[in-house]
Every structure is written in structure tokens, then in C-alpha cells.
């Protein structure tokens, strides 16, 4: 069970990305530059955007917070993927490497398990970098597991993860999104990394009383899970937040429908208090 839950970890960081392709070993190996400046350019907060050329869905994203070269944390929510299978972790720490222009990320788990991360960087710029990414999982020295995989960043222009506490009233701005019903909702978003869910009964905002509702956000990235009662199944929702200005928060997120075909959600909210 322990190697199965490191697996996972260790798949999200990569492999989670992209629910158009499967993870798998793959010849289209974008050759770096000869000196792209890695160190001076790579300091910064990332997300995944794409992998293959194909837009990647919200609930499938992760933020890389590299704050030197020698650390950076990762934040991701996946639920039943496939890929990566289910993870939630905020701020992951993780020891970085760079020379030339590969980065090299690891993860110690425990005694035995650590994981290995070599982006080798094809391009880079202020505002996005392209990468082939090899990822390995070593048990007691043995390697168990490599993938490789391309993927695209883009650097987070803002971190709300502190102005979003708060209580904030809102509901779904665009003609569908699976997560809502198109109702006036509210939602108090505490500092503590919990949130309490209001619905309406008349003139009255009633807590929806929830067995558990957490939450981050990094970045730009909004992770949510709860659980309406303990033997019930466990419930998550992704957002992007597009901006919070004047007591208006915007979001936005990439959904997949059943058919394969995407389409993006939208969803506006003020604060009250």
C-alpha cells in the first residue's frame, strides 16, 4: 500500500498532467538550447498548462513553487485519475538540482522510497517553459518505476492564496459546469485551510454541516475536498482564480466531458464579510 500511494505522489507530479494521453515513454525529446540561463529564469511560481499540445483540464494541474535552486514545493489535488490515481498535497517539499539546463527535483518519502524528477528544459522565458520530464521511483536503492514525459509551465502572474479567507457569496457564470446548479451559494474560506459551505432555506443561510471541508490554494489554483458524512464517498472541486479585485472574485476552469470534448466553466462571487 505505502509503494501504491508513492507511485501516486510521484505520478502527479508528472504523469497527472493530462488526461488526453496516456503516460508513456515517448521519442519527441525537444533538445535544449545551449544556454538557456536556468538558475536566473526558473525562480518563480508554475503550473501546468500542456503536454502533447493538448490543453490540460483544471482538475488535472499542479503548481511547482520554486523558491531557489536548491528548493521548491508542489501542490496538486487529483481524484480517481487513471495516471496518477488520488493524491492531495499543499506545498510538497522537494530538494532541487539545476545544472546546465536540467532540473532535477527530489523527493525523500521515507527511509526507503524517494523519487527523482530530470526536467530537461527546451525553452525558457519570463513567462512559461517548455520540458522533457523523466521520472523515477527508487525503493532501498532499486529503481521500480521510470516514465518520461513533455510538458508546458506557465508562470502564475499572482498568488491568492491569503485573499481568498473570507466569506464570499456567489454562483456559476456560465451556461454549464458539472459542480454547480446555477443557485446563490456561499462559501467562508477560513486561515486555518478548512471551509464552511451555506446553503439557502428562504431568507436564511443554513451550514451545510459537512463531516470535514478542506481547501487550498496556490497560486492561482483552487483545490477543494469534503465529505457529507463519514461513510460517504469523498467529494472535490477545482477551480482557477482568474482575479480578486474590489471584493469580486472571478474563477475559471478547463471541465472534460464525457464525450472527450472540453468546455470552460466560469463562476463570479462577492465577499460579505
Not at 485519475?81 to 506545498?91: D, K, L, Q, V
Not at 475536498?225 to 472535490?236: F, G, I, V
Request: proline share 2%; glycine share 4%; with cysteine.
Amino acid at each position: 500500500m505505502k509503494k501504491k500511494l508513492l507511485f501516486m505522489l510521484a505520478a502527479t507530479l508528472v504523469c497527472g498532467a493530462s488526461v488526453f494521453t496516456a503516460c508513456t515513454s515517448n521519442d519527441d525529446n525537444p533538445a535544449p538550447q545551449s544556454d538557456l540561463n536556468l538558475a536566473e529564469k526558473v525562480i518563480g511560481k508554475w503550473i501546468t498548462a500542456d503536454s502533447y499540445n493538448q490543453p490540460m483540464v483544471t482538475n488535472e494541474k499542479a503548481t511547482m513553487d520554486i523558491v531557489s535552486t536548491t528548493k521548491a514545493y508542489v501542490s496538486a489535488s487529483f481524484s480517481h485519475n487513471p495516471a496518477a490515481g488520488t493524491a492531495w498535497f499543499n506545498m510538497l517539499e522537494t530538494d532541487v538540482t539545476i545544472d546546465g539546463n536540467k532540473m532535477t527535483q527530489i523527493q525523500q518519502y521515507d527511509e526507503h522510497t524517494k523519487t527523482v524528477n530530470e526536467f530537461t528544459i527546451a525553452d525558457i522565458s519570463a513567462n512559461e517553459f517548455t520540458a522533457y520530464l523523466k521520472f523515477t521511483i527508487m525503493v532501498d536503492g532499486s529503481v521500480v518505476r521510470t516514465k518520461e514525459y513533455p510538458v508546458h509551465y506557465v508562470k502564475m502572474a499572482a498568488d491568492y492564496s491569503q485573499s481568498i479567507v473570507g466569506t464570499w457569496e456567489g454562483k456559476v457564470t456560465s451556461a454549464e459546469d458539472e459542480h454547480t446548479d446555477g443557485e446563490m451559494h456561499r462559501w467562508e474560506y477560513k486561515a486555518d485551510g478548512t471551509f464552511i459551505y451555506y446553503n439557502k432555506a428562504g431568507d436564511e443561510w443554513v451550514n451545510n454541516n459537512d463531516v470535514f471541508a478542506e481547501y487550498f490554494v496556490d497560486g492561482i489554483l483552487l483545490c477543494t475536498r469534503w465529505k457529507k458524512t463519514a461513510d460517504s464517498e469523498e467529494l472535490r472541486e477545482w477551480w482557477e482564480i482568474e482575479s480578486i479585485k474590489d471584493g469580486v472574485m472571478k474563477w475559471t476552469a478547463l471541465r472534460l466531458r464525457e464525450d472527450g470534448t472540453t468546455y470552460t466553466a466560469t463562476f463570479q462571487m462577492t465577499k460579505v464579510k
